[in-house]
């Protein structure tokens, strides 16, 4: 025996001291981050759930119920096994709305205050005695080791160093974003010296005691009866009812809750416990018969409960039982810290702040301060609590039972968390009825006879006897009456009760099939109105700081201004804001002050985003049919996005709804920058050119020209409205708007270009001889000036020669100027369109036609009017009507006549150019503006020269038509627009 | 094998061992100690090798 009281102390303290060091060298980063955030760190800190009620009861319910003491293990194995179904939703709705307790689970899905009430109160009730246990059974191994009873102060001294670790490591931070890493660690730290404790002294057992495998062999061989003891009781006592308790206490048990969910740090270590905490848990329970069967052996005159600690301090072995006393430090110490934590959440979020909302007492400053020293008052509140159950109740039943009796109240909690991910129709009337039906059932069952067993005044009613229930069937009697009454009334009251519109939303977010947010009123229009709103309820100063988390969240800028991003801030600062105060005041705060986006058509931009978000995220949970259709959506999607045209879908109240790749490349708009954006704020020129051709009447727009970012850009617009037949019963939604098809012929039109130009250096080519003998004339004419000059004395003849030099110089200027404009037509930069006299532009064409030298015996008539004037490019212009003659002189005979007429028609004026030739066949008239089509024998033509002119009078807007004469020969007809003197003439 | 289908198995595995009149079987005299130790291990090793073929299926 360990006969120093201050020695036990002083371990008991230095051990909680390690605690403390190893939490802070973890806050401040002192062990590797790997390690931290291992798996093996989060399955070791689930290994709170082995309270002392393992650590040293097991072997006491061993002793009375055999291998049923394994039951509240293979429960938990259970429920762990279903971790993909039943676990890592539950992880998910956790860390989405920022939950802390399972109080905030219910109240997030029952949309109810009540539900946190009750939930809260009845956790308390059921968990509090727990609390208490733990006191005694750390004060228990004090007198097991010391042979005397333990002075008061240990146990007040136990309770404040918990209490002021659970506040210094557990309420650190107030948001559940920041995890307690240090406490985490700290806890897993216990677990580990929980597990080798007890293996140590299992070893103790086989080898110290029973001599090693063959001396137990040995011993059980005499000794029959011993293993009788364990197996019999597995057929007859209550095996299902303690499977059933413990499969619901594994995640439904506060600090269970808490661990599993809350202080999960990496949703993928989830994975890993499914078999890794059950691992644990097995080698934590394979030592507890060697140790009954040593301490039998042993005939060790102590409690059953307690032979892990007496077996070892009555061998001799000073240092393990020391250990072992300390591994039962560890299992008390690990529950309470985090039980306290966890009903502290639920006190502040459940019971103070709805006291202080609705008083509207809540600071207006420093809010982040006053619930955190909130939540710590509460850890000392309920630690103090759990002291004051530990004094008023005798504990004269075991360990064991205390440890029961809340299982079997937190199994109350079951129903409504099956329902929670399985039930949408669940309502809160339901769950509230039968969690009250089951509250009751556990007090008339459990509570009434352990207050009547503790001396307390109580109801003198044992409702197990009443019914004719034996002693040791009362677990199966509680069980089965507890969860009967409580599914019973949960399923009828949903039933006869509805859903509310907030229920049916939560039940679907619940099973992430969430439906877009609700349409409200809206009023607020851009984050700083936000950010006031939310002042008033939390502070200006905490207002701010949300505010900013959430924009950054969100990746969103102070600016923002889009009302589906507005929205998706407002449930951002929602989401926050459950974190810090519960779901139930978040959603009061942000329903009540932060109404945003009014029009119904928002709520689709939103829909698209959120549906497509949804489908992302659940590829995995489709099946069959659902599967094939999403396939399907992403075909389309895919098909849409990669399209070679720009698509743009605009809702009615003009938010862009698609902006493809295409699209984004034509504009130099990231799709993220536009969609969800109104289309006002689309940068020029896109707004002003979507919004007026979405506002026009012309379903196409042809050939647009646009300046995008210093280069000009050819587009081709269509748009088509979306109708609502083609979105069926989603009309509801408010669909509807446009689409946009953008086209770009930015290359198209470059090559248009390249060929044009190419068919002038063709022509000036052609026109290259006729450009010799017309300079050589003049020249010729010049030379034999010059050379009579040399001899003339006559100063009027030497006048007049040089005036007739200085004409023939003049025509040779003349020739080489039209070349010159000829050759640079088309080139870029393009000159504005300007009044083109068509009678000189005729002339000009006529002029260098005749250059060439084809068509000397033909006419040529230029009979266009003098003040005929188009709006448009003289240059290009000047092709057109050489490409024309030069088309009609090749196709006349000699002696023809080429005659070009103009006049003024309605919207323009038009140019006429006939010929006397033999025309052109009329199956072959649609063909003959196709590039590269020609009549003429392979390398006489390029068959560029009418393309050429149908894309120059398309690019002014205009129409070029051919028709055969009825007298013989070709007309092409070219309308053009008229110029401004001449419209106004 | 989709990650349902084995927990479902699994599931259901457990429940034919730990909570079925099978308890009876393995409780009867003349089996070692250690015989649900033994079971329950071999429960969580089906669940660790399910558990690390869908971590490869997933690389």
């Known amino acids: 025996m360990i006969s120093e009281i201050g020695l036990l102390y002083a371990a008991g303290v230095a051990y909680l001291g390690l605690l403390f060091f190893i939490a802070h060298a973890t806050e401040r980063g002192w062990l590797p981050a790997a390690l931290v955030r291992h798996p093996l760190v989060y399955i070791l800190s689930l290994g709170v759930y082995a309270t002392t009620w393992t650590y040293y009861g097991s072997v006491g319910f061993a002793q009375s119920e055999g291998y049923t003491f394994l039951t509240i293990y293979l429960g938990l194995t259970l429920a762990f096994l279903l971790a993909p179904v039943l676990l890592a939703p539950v992880l998910r709705l956790v860390r989405d709305y920022q939950?802390?307790?399972?109080?905030?689970?219910?109240?997030?899905?029952?949309?109810?205050?009540?539900?946190?009430?009750?939930?809260?109160?009845?956790?308390?009730?059921?968990?509090?005695?727990?609390?208490?246990?733990?006191?005694?059974?750390?004060?228990?191994?004090?007198?097991?080791?010391?042979?005397?009873?333990?002075?008061?102060?240990?146990?007040?001294?136990?309770?404040?160093?918990?209490?002021?670790?659970?506040?210094?490591?557990?309420?650190?931070?107030?948001?559940?974003?920041?995890?307690?890493?240090?406490?985490?660690?700290?806890?897993?730290?216990?677990?580990?010296?929980?597990?080798?404790?007890?293996?140590?002294v299992g070893g103790f057992a086989l080898f110290q005691v029973f001599g090693g495998p063959a001396g137990l062999g040995d011993w059980l061989a005499a000794h029959p009866q011993a293993l009788e003891a364990l197996n019999e009781p597995v057929s007859e006592g209550p095996w299902s009812s303690l499977m059933l308790l413990a499969f619901a206490a594994a995640f439904l048990l506060p600090r269970q809750f808490h661990m599993l969910f809350v202080e999960n740090m990496d949703p993928r270590a989830l994975q890993a416990a499914s078999w890794g905490f059950p691992l644990f848990l097995l080698l934590l329970n394979l030592p507890i018969p060697l140790v009954l069967w040593a301490g039998q052996a042993r005939g060790l005159e102590i409690p059953p409960d307690y032979y892990v600690l007496g077996l070892t301090a009555g061998d001799g072995a000073g240092w393990l039982a020391l250990l072992t006393f300390i591994g039962g430090v560890s299992a008390a110490s690990a529950m309470m810290i985090v039980t306290t934590l966890a009903l502290a959440a639920m006190c502040l979020n459940h019971l103070l702040l709805p006291a202080h909302v609705t008083q509207q007492s809540l600071p207006q400053s420093n809010l982040y301060g006053w619930l955190l020293w909130g939540r710590r008052l509460l850890i000392l509140l309920i630690i103090a609590l759990g002291y004051g159950f530990y004094w008023l109740l005798e504990f004269n039943q075991g360990l064991v039972q205390i440890g029961l009796i809340s299982f079997v109240a937190v199994a109350q909690f079951l129903p409504g968390f099956i329902a929670l991910l399985f039930w949408p129709r669940a309502t809160r009337i339901g769950f509230i009825a039968g969690l009250s039906g089951g509250i009751l059932m556990w007090l008339l069952a459990l509570i009434l006879p352990l207050l009547e067993a503790s001396g307390l005044p109580g109801l003198p009613l044992n409702l197990a006897a009443l019914m004719g229930a034996e002693e040791e069937n009362r677990w199966a009697f509680a069980t089965f009456w507890s969860l009967a009454v409580n599914s019973a009334l949960f399923v009828l009251g949903s039933l006869l009760s509805r859903p509310t519109r907030e229920e049916a939303e939560a039940a679907l977010a619940c099973r992430r099939e969430q439906l877009p947010p609700a349409r409200t009123a809206g009023e607020v229009q851009s984050v700083s109105q936000l950010e006031t709103h939310l002042a008033r309820v939390v502070g200006p100063q905490t207002a701010a700081l949300e505010v900013e988390r959430a924009l950054q969240d969100l990746d969103l800028k102070a600016t923002e201004r889009r009302p589906a991003e507005l929205r998706r801030l407002r449930g951002r600062l929602e989401r926050n804001l459950s974190g810090l105060m519960g779901p139930l005041l978040a959603r009061m705060m942000v329903d009540n002050r932060l109404d945003v986006a009014p029009q119904t058509q928002v709520a689709l931009a939103d829909s698209l985003r959120f549906v497509e978000e949804q489908l992302e995220h659940s590829t995995v949970r489709l099946r069959g049919l659902a599967a094939e259709l999403d396939t399907l959506r992403r075909y389309h999607r895919q098909v849409l996005h990669e399209l070679p045209l720009g698509v743009c879908s605009i809702a009615p109240c003009g938010d862009i709804l698609i902006w493809n790749h295409t699209m984004s490349t034509i504009?130099?708009?990231?799709?993220?920058?536009?969609?969800?954006?109104?289309?006002?704020?689309?940068?020029?020129?896109?707004?002003?050119?979507?919004?007026?051709?979405?506002?026009?009447?012309?379903?196409?727009?042809?050939?647009?020209?646009?300046?995008?970012?210093?280069?000009?850009r050819w587009l081709n617009l269509h748009k088509a409205a979306i109708e609502s037949s083609v979105t069926g019963d989603?009309?509801?939604?408010?669909?509807?708007?446009?689409?946009?098809?953008?086209?770009?012929?930015?290359?198209?039109?470059?090559?248009?270009?390249?060929?044009?130009?190419?068919?002038?250096?063709?022509?000036?080519?052609?026109?290259?001889?006729?450009?010799?003998?017309?300079?050589?004339?003049?020249?010729?004419?010049?030379?034999?000036?010059?050379?009579?000059?040399?001899?003339?004395?006559?100063?009027?003849?030497?006048?007049?020669?040089?005036?007739?030099?200085?004409?023939?110089?003049?025509?040779?200027?003349?020739?080489?100027?039209?070349?010159?404009?000829?050759?640079?037509?088309?080139?870029?930069?393009?000159?504005?369109?300007?009044?083109?006299?068509?009678?000189?532009?005729?002339?000009?064409?006529?002029?260098?036609?005749?250059?060439?030298?084809?068509?000397?015996?033909?006419?040529?008539?230029?009979?266009?009017?003098?003040?005929?004037?188009?709006?448009?490019?003289?240059?290009?212009?000047?092709?057109?009507?050489?490409?024309?003659?030069?088309?009609?002189?090749?196709?006349?005979?000699?002696?023809?006549?080429?005659?070009?007429?103009?006049?003024?028609?309605?919207?323009?004026?038009?140019?006429?150019?006939?010929?006397?030739?033999?025309?052109?066949?009329?199956?072959?008239?649609?063909?003959?503006?196709?590039?590269?089509?020609?009549?003429?024998?392979?390398?006489?033509?390029?068959?560029?020269?009418?393309?050429?002119?149908?894309?120059?009078?398309?690019?002014?807007?205009?129409?070029?038509?051919?028709?055969?004469?009825?007298?013989g020969g070709t007309c092409f007809r070219i309308r053009l627009p008229a110029a401004e003197e001449e419209v106004m003439a | 094998m989709p990650t349902l289908d084995k927990t479902v198995i699994l599931f259901l595995t457990g429940l034919l061992l730990f909570a079925s009149p099978l308890v009876g079987w393995w409780s009867r005299p003349g089996l070692p100690w250690f015989t649900p130790y033994l079971l329950w291990g071999g429960l969580i090793g089906l669940g660790a090798l399910a558990h690390l073929l869908q971590r490869r299926h997933d690389l």
């Open chain 1, 667 to 712: 504009s130099g708009i990231p799709a993220e920058d536009a969609v969800g954006q109104p289309l006002e704020s689309l940068k020029d020129p896109w707004e002003g050119v979507l919004r007026t051709f979405i506002n026009g009447d012309d379903r196409h727009l042809y050939k647009l020209q646009l300046s995008v970012e210093g280069r000009y």
């Open chain 1, 730 to 967: 989603s009309a509801a939604h408010g669909l509807g708007g446009m689409v946009v098809l953008v086209e770009d012929l930015t290359e198209l039109h470059t090559l248009e270009s390249e060929v044009a130009h190419n068919d002038r250096l063709a022509s000036i080519g052609r026109l290259a001889a006729g450009v010799a003998h017309e300079i050589g004339n003049p020249l010729t004419g010049i030379t034999s000036l010059a050379q009579n000059l040399r001899y003339e004395q006559d100063p009027a003849e030497v006048e007049l020669t040089v005036r007739q030099i200085l004409e023939q110089t003049r025509r040779i200027n003349d020739i080489v100027q039209s070349l010159i404009t000829f050759s640079h037509a088309g080139e870029a930069p393009r000159p504005l369109p300007a009044a083109v006299d068509l009678r000189a532009c005729v002339d000009e064409a006529l002029q260098l036609v005749q250059l060439g030298g084809s068509g000397r015996e033909i006419t040529c008539i230029n009979g266009v009017p003098r003040e005929l004037r188009a709006r448009g490019n003289q240059q290009r212009l000047l092709q057109v009507f050489v490409n024309l003659i030069n088309n009609a002189l090749q196709a006349s005979r000699p002696g023809d006549r080429v005659t070009l007429t103009g006049a003024r028609v309605p919207g323009g004026v038009e140019v006429r150019v006939e010929d006397e030739g033999s025309g052109i066949e009329d199956g072959l008239l649609d063909q003959i503006f196709e590039p590269f089509f020609t009549t003429k024998p392979p390398g006489e033509g390029t068959g560029l020269g009418l393309s050429v002119v149908y894309s120059i009078i398309q690019d002014h807007g205009g129409t070029v038509y051919a028709d055969n004469r009825p007298e």
């Open chain 1, 99 to 200: 939950l802390t307790s399972l109080a905030d689970l219910f109240a997030f899905r029952y949309r109810s205050q009540l539900t946190g009430v009750l939930v809260t109160l009845f956790m308390l009730m059921g968990v509090l005695p727990y609390i208490a246990l733990q006191i005694k059974a750390v004060t228990e191994s004090v007198s097991v080791l010391t042979q005397e009873a333990p002075p008061n102060l240990l146990a007040l001294g136990f309770c404040a160093t918990l209490g002021l670790f659970a506040i210094l490591f557990g309420a650190r931070h107030i948001t559940p974003r920041e995890k307690h890493e240090g406490l985490v660690v700290a806890i897993a730290f216990e677990s580990a010296v929980k597990l080798v404790a007890l293996l140590l």
